[in-house]
């Protein structure tokens, strides 16, 4: 790979070495800046170079102190829909692991305010994966 590729295709490379289910539409890649709290989800036809370039010349914004950095996160797409419908024990357990820990990241950073009836419900997914 070289950084003329696809998200498409990197995508691929990394389903396939992380031995997960074939289906890559249900994955995404993200351009993330932590510092600024910065999340844009990678279109799979973008190429990887462009998002090196906007990195390498990405103005900081007024009165930003510090160092600026960039990274690309692999993630499952995770749509929310009811969770009593989401039925873990019919997903692979390493989607499944993927998948718990989006939804702590999501919970810490405050994406995703939930009662504590559902923190207990993300605990037994917990307990659900590592019996598996």
């Given at each position: 790979m070289d950084s003329a590729c696809t998200v498409s295709e990197i995508l691929k490379e990394v389903v396939e070495k992380l031995a997960l289910e074939k289906n890559v539409e249900t994955y995404s890649l993200y351009h993330v800046?932590?510092?600024l709290d910065l999340e844009i989800v990678m279109k799979d036809t973008d190429n990887i170079c462009d998002y090196m370039y906007t990195a390498e010349n990405f103005a900081k914004p007024k009165g930003h102190h510090g160092k600026i950095t960039w990274q690309f996160v692999f993630k499952k797409r995770v749509?929310?829909?009811n969770p009593n419908n989401m039925q873990p024990?019919?997903?692979d357990s390493k989607s499944l692991h993927?998948?718990?820990h989006q939804a702590v990241?999501?919970?810490v950073r405050?994406?995703?305010p939930i009662p504590k009836e559902h923190c207990m419900q993300l605990v037994a997914l917990q307990l659900l994966v590592d019996q598996v």
């Open positions: 800046c932590p510092e749509y929310r829909t024990e019919k997903l993927l998948i718990y990241d999501e919970i405050g994406n995703q």
